[in-house]
């Protein structure tokens, strides 16, 4: 059986905000999403005005339901 390190090693990172870098856009924050075999994370085509509305609506349904859209084009 495996270790507890090497099943962590292989699960996929949470999706996760964080503020957007691109300046056209400075001062909200973007929702990125970690996709397996890809080296950066997608980026959600929303701007949310604070971090807290971006970790919402990760947590929502309408989140939850983009990101496993996400997820399942990026197979």
Known sequence: MGSMKEK???QLPPPYA???KD?????TFEVLVPV???NKP???PLQFETLAAAENW???PEGRD????ILRSAK
Not at 23 to 27: E, P
Not at 66 to 69: C, K, M, Q, S
């Open 8 to 10: 962590r090693k292989n």
């Open 18 to 20: 964080a503020e957007t």
């Open 23 to 27: 300046v056209r856009f400075a001062g």
């Open 36 to 38: 397996p075999g890809r």
């Open 42 to 44: 997608h980026k959600v």
């Open 58 to 60: 990760i947590h929502g």
């Open 66 to 69: 983009e990101i496993a859209e």
